[in-house]
């Protein structure tokens, strides 16, 4: 049986993403939780980010920013973006990162992520707290080892999640898509 309890924001896992945005002089990178895919084709993520935060006045501006996702070894650069501001400090300093230029966007990447998707806002949708940001991928890079020719293959074990207020590791592969329909 289960009772009732309090609605709130409850979906995990979720995934845990460093994006980074605004240019190669003035840029910020802020830790967000509140990221999805919205479409396939075209490729399309959202993000959302509160009024208050400095990278929502960039990504407002510039209407791009890169997705950069995090590998277990970067824990504590996702939680330390996630508690400073880019108006005091600056993030790629601070915690040691090197701006990757993108190909696609204005935006820099974060070159010592394993991957990194820019993104073009296509759709700015005002929620309650938060401004979902919905955006094509315009250009995906990717480190050898996260690859498998030109795709992108997340090893096992490797990512980041987020669920409740905790970071956890993602495990081992128990299964792949439609493997229910090959028995
Ligand atoms: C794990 C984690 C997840 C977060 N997710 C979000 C989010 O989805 N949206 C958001 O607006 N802020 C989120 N935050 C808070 C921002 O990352 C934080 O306020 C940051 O300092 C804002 O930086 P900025 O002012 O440079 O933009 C999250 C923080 C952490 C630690």
């Not at 993104?119 to 309650?128: D, F, I, L, P, Q």
């Not at 999640?161 to 439609?178: F, H, I, L, S």
């Amino acid at each position: 049986m289960k009772k009732q309890i309090k609605t709130s924001t409850h979906l995990a896992p979720v995934a845990a993403v460093l994006v980074s945005c605004g240019d190669m002089d003035v840029s910020d990178i802020v830790t967000i939780a509140w990221c999805g895919t919205v479409n396939s084709e075209p490729p399309m993520l959202s993000i959302s980010v509160r009024r208050s935060r400095y990278s929502y006045e960039l990504i407002k501006k510039y209407g791009e920013f890169a997705v950069n996702l995090v590998e277990r070894e970067q824990l504590e650069v996702l939680d330390g973006c996630g508690v400073v501001s880019g108006r005091s400090v600056d993030k790629f300093k601070k915690f040691g990162l090197t701006k990757q230029a993108c190909g696609n966007i204005k935006a820099p990447a974060i070159a010592e992520c394993p991957v990194s998707l820019e993104c073009a806002v296509r759709h700015t949708v005002e929620m309650g707290t938060h401004v979902m940001f919905v955006a094509e991928i315009v250009g995906a890079t990717a480190r050898e080892d996260w690859t498998d020719g030109d795709k992108l293959r997340i090893p096992d074990g490797k990512l980041l999640a987020y669920v409740q207020n905790r970071y956890v590791e993602t495990g081992k592969t128990v299964g792949t898509y439609g493997f229910t329909a090959q028995k």
